[in-house]
């Protein structure tokens, strides 16, 4: 059969699985970014990118975490299953449940706090009675049950292959291999038949596995080996695998590196905004990672310049909880596509802001600032 053929074949599939109500992509909550992405999709390799200490961790855990998590916990009777295998290099993984925690206050009772407030560390804050009695009650134990069946994380394994040995060895308990026979000749010039892997067919097709490492600047290379070569391992040898084999979907989180990320100025000394946004060329450590990718999104924090307007958007009224969310490379789409967002960086939360904003929109946002904790 032709690659044509082939192809004609999986789109008609697919047509016909969508008819029938089936889900081929796991959707956002976000209506903009999903007019430009459909959202998690089998098989491809995502790179999420940002400078140091824009929330690129916080959006990485709300698309590739919460927002799949919610959905498939909202949607009970569809076809998809979910796993996710979250690597965190940074943070342990109580502190990733406590963002989460934080992350559901905010999503289900629009109470902002961080994960340090819940923790009851400062000075002049205990957790107060009423938010333990949510995060003790039956609806946030319901929540966090299905959550960390759904969710892994492990924050003590840093080399490539130790993170790429899990993975596999899922893969292989939760699906076979088909073989074939090939005459290949030896060392000794001999030829054989040998049987070698031909595909690998999944115990559940639908299953759609996410395998999060954040981020790659912190993998452990082996003895002799550099940054560099850790980072080009897991990524054009692991990640393709994991994407090409299994139709697992690797992401990796990236910094932009310090010099990329440093305020550069025209001769009137404004601020040239191209120079500073994050890009392929600015990924720290090893920009090789865009070459193996299928799609690199990234965020900007254009307040972090002391720019007075961005895109329409008031900075000296909103600041810290603006970002533009960027599309660099999108391989099976629109690139070069940006969208304003709201960030509520206490409870890893995002939504795209209006197209127009007004005095109305400033003031809530604002509100959401003076209730936090």
């Not at 999503?107 to 994960?115: M, Q, R, T, V």
């Not at 010099?259 to 001769?267: E, R």
Request: glycine content about 6%.
């Amino acid at each position: 059969m032709s690659v044509y053929e082939g192809v004609l074949g999986k789109l008609k599939l697919n047509k016909e699985r969508r008819e029938k109500g089936d889900v081929i992509a796991i959707p956002w909550s976000l209506p903009r970014i999903s007019s430009v992405l459909p959202g998690i999709e089998k098989g491809r390799y995502n790179l999420v990118s940002a400078s140091p200490k824009a929330g690129k961790t916080q959006f990485t855990d709300f698309l590739y975490v919460f927002e799949p998590v919610e959905w498939i916990i909202k949607n009970p009777l569809t076809n998809i299953s979910l796993k996710i295998f979250y690597f965190s290099l940074e943070v342990s993984s109580e502190s990733k449940i406590k963002a989460a925690v934080s992350y559901k206050l905010f999503k289900d009772y629009k109470i902002a706090i961080s994960p340090q407030k819940i923790s009851s560390v400062f000075k002049d804050y205990v957790l107060d009675d009423k938010i333990e009695a949510l995060i003790n009650g039956k609806e946030f134990r319901e929540w966090f049950e299905k959550f960390e069946s759904i969710v892994i994380y492990y924050d003590s394994i840093r080399h490539p292959y130790g993170i790429f040995n899990v993975i596999k060895s899922y893969a292989e308990q939760h699906g076979k291999y088909t073989y074939k026979e090939l005459n290949l000749q030896g060392e000794d010039g001999v030829y054989s038949i040998r049987k070698v892997r031909d595909r690998y067919i999944p115990d559940n097709p639908d299953e759609y596995v996410i395998v999060i490492v954040d981020h790659v600047s912190l993998l452990q290379p082996k003895k002799g080996e550099t940054l560099h070569q850790a980072i080009g391992q897991y990524s054009s040898e692991y990640c393709l695998e994991m994407r090409d084999r299994w139709g697992y979907i690797p992401v990796i989180v990236q910094q932009q590196s310090a010099d990329s990320s440093k305020a550069q100025f025209n001769f009137r000394g404004d601020t040239v905004l191209e120079k500073i946004k994050p890009d392929l060329e600015g990924l720290s450590d090893n920009k090789y990672t865009a070459r193996d990718c299928d799609l690199m999104i990234s965020l900007f924090y254009p307040a972090r310049y002391n720019l007075d307007k961005h895109e329409g958007v008031d900075l000296k009224k909103m600041g810290n909880e603006h970002r533009e969310f960027m599309i660099n490379l999108n391989r099976h789409g629109i690139s070069n596509a940006s969208i304003q967002l709201y960030f509520l960086g206490s409870s890893s939360y995002f939504s795209e802001l209006p197209t127009k904003l007004n005095d109305k929109i400033y003031e809530q946002i604002k509100e959401i600032n003076q209730k936090a904790y």
